[in-house]
T-cell receptor
Framework: QQQVKQSPQSLIVQKGGISIINCAYE??????FPWYQQFPGKGPALLIA?????SEKKEGRFTISFNKSAKQFSLHIMDSQPGDSATYFC??????????FGTGTRLQVFP | DVKVTQSSRYLVKRTGEKVFLECVQD?????MFWYRQDPGLGLRLIYF???????EKGDIPEGYSVSREKKERFSLILESASTNQTSMYLC????????????FGPGTRLLVL
């Protein structure tokens, strides 16, 4: 049972464009929503995370938008760069519980 | 700098072989995890451990076992490797609360022939 649904599976964006990756969850008990970034040949690394008491969190060019009523959250990458080309995973968890990961989005940014 | 290391980057084994994947973390983390990563399926949790000698099944434990004899080391064991266990295996660790930042190793790509 997929508790966190991620889309799209792959995304191609031109340099300077906005990349948007969406995730939806079912369990209303989830209260922590991180995004992980994975470059080829590397393990995933935490990129940015949000808790449901805020609707948006921004770190540089990366923004998480959170819609609690719709049970959705998304990652926006502004001014996308070729160096952002990677696989992105959303995740969710309940208090003191393990992470449930989405299926991943492969982002390619072309010059 | 935090570090999670995995014993092998690439491994080729034959069906029926016993396979050991080793993971070591140098951050004194209580929690350690084994995932497998497959295209279109994301990261799926195989087993995790909250403490030495403690282990809990994840979402796909069938065909796997684990061992944690020391805090820094978490081993994944394939008792009798099968072709459907060909995958990328990722180890991760985190501090006390499981959901806090997980630090991943570089992964072991296992091919079972």
């Amino acid at each position: 049972q997929q508790q966190v649904k991620q889309s799209p599976q792959s995304l191609i964006v031109q340099k300077g464009g906005i990349s948007i990756i969406n995730c939806a969850y079912e369990n209303t008990a989830f209260d922590y929503f991180p995004w992980y970034q994975q470059f080829p040949g590397k393990g995933p690394a935490l990129l940015i995370a949000i808790r449901p008491d805020v609707s948006e969190k921004k770190e540089g060019r990366f923004t998480i938008s959170f819609n609690k009523s719709a049970k959705q959250f998304s990652l926006h990458i502004m001014d996308s760069q070729p160096g952002d080309s990677a696989t992105y995973f959303c995740a969710a968890s309940k208090i003191a519980d393990k992470l449930i990961f989405g299926t991943g989005t492969r982002l390619q940014v072309f010059p | 700098d935090v570090k999670v290391t995995q014993s092998s980057r690439y491994l080729v084994k034959r069906t029926g072989e016993k396979v050991f994947l080793e993971c070591v973390q140098d951050m004194d983390h209580e929690n350690m995890f084994w995932y497998r990563q497959d295209p279109g399926l994301g990261l799926r949790l195989i087993y995790f451990s909250y403490d030495v000698k403690m282990k809990e099944k994840g979402d796909i434990p069938e065909g796997y076992s684990v061992s944690r004899e020391k805090k820094e080391r978490f081993s994944l064991i394939l008792e009798s490797a099968s072709t459907n266990q060909t995958s990328m295996y990722l180890c991760a660790s985190s501090s006390v609360v499981p959901r806090e930042t997980q630090y991943f190793g570089p992964g072991t790509r296992l091919l079972v022939l």
